[in-house]
């Protein structure tokens, strides 16, 4: 009895199919063979420093099957040969880990039990790793960043002339030079000025009547 074909590692990426063979021969006449896949454990539940192997194969005693890891499909024939292959659609990252292919070979009750390993990694798209870079970065902390002050990037010469006119204008000196009028002290000048004209007529026609 043995594997006629191993499931291999896989890496994949978010979103990819991933498919693993796995096929066995009796190597008897076989009341049945039964073949399952399990999957085992998560990436974060191996052992610090462990590797997986591209296949890993072990004989085994008959166990209790349901009390080790997560069982996903069985397919059971009568004959010597069996395959069956475990297909993963649009895979995520809660999907990696290590998964097994079990064989039972019951040939008139005695039942024997074979195994073989592969690893599934599958890593992070670019789309989920800019969702992961955002949410440890939020953007929001960057509206918190103190502001820099308008006026800092006016240039100092404008600043000056600025200054400059503003003190000119501002000055006691110049706002004394400056002659407040009236409505009322216009009207007085233009009414003052008009008597002198008419004086001065006045002065010409006396002179030409002696």
């Given at each position: 009895?043995k594997?006629?074909?191993?499931?291999?590692?896989?890496?994949a990426?978010?979103?990819?199919?991933?498919?693993?063979?796995?096929?066995?021969?009796?190597?008897?006449a076989?009341?049945?063979?039964?073949?399952?896949?399990?999957?085992?454990?998560?990436?974060?539940?191996?052992?610090?420093?462990?590797?997986?192997?591209d296949?890993?194969?072990?004989?085994?005693?008959?166990?209790?099957?349901?009390?080790?890891?997560?069982?996903?499909?069985?397919v059971?024939?009568?004959?010597?040969?069996?395959?069956h292959?475990l297909?993963?659609?649009?895979?995520?990252?809660?999907?990696?880990?290590?998964?097994?292919?079990?064989?039972?070979?019951a040939?008139?009750?005695?039942?024997?039990?074979?195994?073989a390993?592969?690893f599934l990694?599958?890593?992070?798209n670019?789309?989920s790793?800019?969702?992961?870079?955002?949410?440890?970065?939020?953007?929001?902390?960057?509206?918190?960043k103190p502001?820099?002050?308008?006026?800092?990037?006016?240039?100092s010469?404008?600043?000056?002339?600025?200054?400059?006119?503003?003190?000119?204008?501002s000055?006691p000196?110049?706002a004394?030079?400056?002659?407040?009028?009236?409505?009322?002290?216009?009207a007085r000048?233009a009414?003052?000025?008009?008597?002198?004209?008419?004086?001065?007529?006045?002065?010409?026609?006396?002179?030409?009547?002696l």
């Amino acid at each position: 009895a043995k594997f006629t074909e191993f499931p291999r590692n896989v890496t994949a990426t978010e979103g990819q199919n991933v498919e693993m063979s796995c096929a066995f021969q009796s190597g008897s006449a076989s009341v049945y063979l039964e073949i399952q896949w399990w999957f085992l454990r998560a990436a974060e539940d191996q052992e610090a420093g462990a590797e997986v192997t591209d296949t890993q194969v072990e004989l085994l005693p008959e166990r209790d099957l349901d009390s080790d890891g997560t069982k996903i499909s069985t397919v059971k024939v009568q004959g010597n040969d069996i395959s069956h292959k475990l297909q993963i659609s649009k895979v995520r990252k809660k999907d990696e880990g290590l998964y097994e292919c079990r064989v039972t070979d019951a040939n008139y009750g005695d039942l024997q039990e074979y195994k073989a390993q592969a690893f599934l990694k599958v890593n992070a798209n670019s789309h989920s790793r800019r969702m992961q870079a955002f949410e440890a970065s939020p953007m929001w902390l960057q509206d918190m960043k103190p502001r820099k002050n308008i006026s800092a990037a006016v240039p100092s010469n404008i600043h000056n002339s600025a200054n400059q006119r503003v003190r000119a204008t501002s000055s006691p000196e110049a706002a004394a030079k400056i002659p407040k009028q009236s409505p009322q002290s216009g009207a007085r000048i233009a009414t003052s000025h008009g008597l002198s004209v008419l004086l001065l007529v006045c002065g010409f026609v006396k002179g030409a009547l002696l």
